[in-house]
């Protein structure tokens, strides 16, 4: 079994872990006092070398980004995705709640990288508690001068405010999340061009989600060097693993990039629910493909995942056992990307309809082999011609059941 101290859920069980007082007693703020005697090319630097990729589902090399920020821009931004909508993620909540100073200090020390001097909090309509936590955080930094004009007297000023969305999935998507700050409707922009040249009113923005910005203290605190030593070649860094379905202990696992999924499963999670054995999970969220029981040897990272056929995604890891009904798990899932189109593009909103349609009527058992090869046809048609990757999300658990699932299907409709 993997050992590993948590880094970025180290403060979560302390108590009063949120405030101020806990986090300045736990060595918080001195990765941004270093931070303040490099300079942004040298903080961009360390990103780099540390290999960080993205934890918001896409998985893009954070210190890459912050590269394409043009340096002559007048005015910059950085948007801190807290939407957390993807279901079986609940990772971001947890920091926000229990630790934001760690992701507020990602956010000074990225925002003084980049040289923005406004950073926008987007924030889940239904974070109720989170709103408060974030609130309270950013006006404690004020009082405490890591927030405002001239930070610890190093002449570098920010601002950060925070906004509310309304729960709308398609909010997190980076574009979206934009528009919805801007007051507008939350529908996604064509890309490019893509935040880092226009964001939000048409200003190089920089997106990133919590998790990430809690990684960037501890690699300018610790070093890139050792971020770089943890994980696999393409996948650096710790990562939070959030366990949820038939599992006897489901929660968030901190845990190296890399740690195969059965032990994340079995040694971690407590292993399946009533001794049962797992038919299949979803190793990354939602819109990543299912996998089977053969590939629990898997190493959660992004190459490996990709190689087995899904994705590493928001790290989220659904269980299911032998006893589920996988044409009903595609079914539900469906119907969720059904409510949460945002309606702006034809094959999303309709296909999505379409095939949610068809899966009704195979589940409740009256199905013919016609409504599965429509519900196929739509699998394939659907992928790469949305306005954004919430149409391709939606085919994902649909297209994999019926490709590692495909008799449990033919059975409803003979
Ligand atoms: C439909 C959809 C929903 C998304 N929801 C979130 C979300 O809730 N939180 C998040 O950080 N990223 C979400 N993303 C990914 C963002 O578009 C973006 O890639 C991410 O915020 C970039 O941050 P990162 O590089 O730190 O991962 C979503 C993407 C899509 C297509």
């Excluded at 993807?86 to 990288?113: N, Q, W």
């Amino acid at each position: 079994m993997t050992t590993w101290q948590p880094v970025l859920l180290a403060n979560v069980n302390r108590p009063n872990s949120e405030k101020i007082t806990t986090y300045l007693a736990h060595g918080g703020y001195e990765a941004l006092r270093k931070t303040l005697k490099m300079s942004p090319d040298q903080v961009i630097a360390e990103v780099k070398a540390s290999g960080l990729r993205g934890r918001g589902g896409a998985g893009f090399p954070t210190g890459a980004k912050w590269g394409f920020i043009p340096k002559d821009a007048p005015v910059k931004y950085l948007a801190v995705n807290t939407d957390e909508g993807e279901p079986g993620t609940f990772k971001d909540r947890l920091i926000v709640e229990r630790d934001p100073h760690a992701i507020l200090e990602g956010v000074i020390i990225a925002s003084y990288a980049v040289g923005a001097h406004r950073a926008f909090v987007y924030i889940r309509g239904e974070f109720f508690l989170g709103v408060k936590r974030w609130i309270k955080a950013i006006a404690d930094a004020y009082q405490y001068g890591f927030l405002g004009k001239n930070i610890l007297e190093s002449g570098f000023d920010l601002d950060v405010s925070l906004h509310r969305g309304a729960g709308a999935y398609i909010c997190g998507e980076e574009t979206a999340m934009i528009e919805s700050l801007e007051g507008k409707r939350g529908e996604p922009r064509l890309k490019p061009p893509y935040p880092a040249q226009a964001g939000i009113w048409g200003q190089p923005t920089v997106v990133q989600n919590c998790e990430t910005l809690v990684n960037i203290p501890h690699i300018i605190g610790r070093g890139a060097a050792w971020f770089a030593s943890i994980g696999t070649e393409q996948s650096r860094g710790p990562k939070i693993f959030c366990v949820s379905g038939h599992v006897n202990r489901p929660g968030n696992y901190e845990l190296p990039l890399g740690t195969p999924l059965r032990e994340i499963i079995y040694e971690h999670a407590g292993g399946v629910r009533m001794g049962r054995s797992v038919k299949a999970v979803i190793p990354g969220g939602a819109s990543t493909p299912f996998l089977t029981a053969d590939k629990l040897d898997v190493p959660m990272a992004f190459e490996t995942l990709a190689a087995a056929g899904s994705a590493l995604g928001t790290g989220a890891v659904v269980v299911m056992d032998e006893t589920t009904d996988m044409v009903e798990v595609a079914r539900r899932v469906m119907s969720f990307y059904v409510h949460e189109s945002c309606g702006r593009c034809v094959p999303c909103r309709l296909g999505g309809h379409n095939m949610l349609h068809e899966l009704d009527i195979i589940a409740s058992g009256q199905g013919k082999r016609a409504n599965l090869a429509r519900l196929e046809a739509l699998t394939r048609g659907i992928p790469g011609i949305t306005f954004c990757p919430l149409g391709t999300g939606m085919c994902e658990p649909v297209a994999s059941g019926l490709k590692l699932f495909r008799s449990e299907f033919e059975e409803r409709v003979s």
